[in-house]
């Protein structure tokens, strides 16, 4: 005759293990995901975010030192002794051939790109003007610099890509002048000159 004991409180039967270890399941997988979705953030990265991107070029191995300077619709200039002013940042200033060395696994390498880049990372209604300097020579010869100034959202477009050539050191021209409407449009491109850099200050 068998006997029957009394059922404890505490005991489960297969269909209680069955959803728990299911639930136990779904709150891992959820964690998971979770995870997976905010992975934890990167330090050092820096947010590429612009609207406009001035990019400044010459010729491979040249010497010279060709400068970007430009003004904001607030009067506001960015340039190699003002790097960030306003939404404008010089992202690289390119010197010529100067501190264009780099060392990799113990061999001195030469970058030969002249380039230098402005971004700006909002913009404001008004117009906008990109001059470029001749600052240094060591050739004492003419420099053709290329400027190309793209717009970047909510599509790429190229505002203006042309050449300006600077014929000795100290001349300053005005490669472009642009102006953006309130809705964030650009109108009005010209390369009408206009002096933005302080002499006084070089």
Avoid: C
């Avoid at 299911?22 to 964690?31: V, W, Y």
């Avoid at 607030?74 to 003002?82: A, I, L, P, Q």
């Amino acid at each position: 005759m068998a006997i029957l004991r009394p059922r404890r409180p505490f005991d489960q039967d297969p269909f209680t293990d069955l959803l728990f270890n299911s639930l136990l399941a779904f709150t891992f997988l959820f964690l998971i995901t979770l995870i997976a979705l905010n992975p934890p953030p990167k330090e050092g990265l820096i947010d590429p975010k612009a609207e406009y991107i001035v990019t400044t070029t010459w010729d491979d191995f040249n010497t010279d030192d060709i400068d970007t300077w430009v003004e904001d619709p607030d009067g506001n200039v960015v340039w190699f002794r003002k790097p960030e002013v306003g939404l404008m940042h010089l992202d690289r200033d390119d010197r010529g051939m100067e501190s264009d060395t780099i060392v990799v696994s113990g061999k001195e390498l030469v970058n030969p790109l002249n380039q230098e880049v402005v971004t700006i990372r909002g913009t404001l209604p008004g117009e906008y003007v990109v001059n470029l300097h001749y600052y240094a020579t060591k050739t004492l010869e003419p420099v053709t610099a290329n400027v190309r100034v793209v717009k970047v959202n909510p599509k790429l477009e190229v505002v203006y890509y042309g050449s300006v050539t600077l014929e000795q050191k100290g001349v300053e021209k005005t490669a472009v002048r642009f102006s953006v409407s309130r809705e964030g449009q650009v109108k009005a491109v010209n390369t009408l000159f206009k002096s933005i850099v302080e002499v006084k200050q070089l």
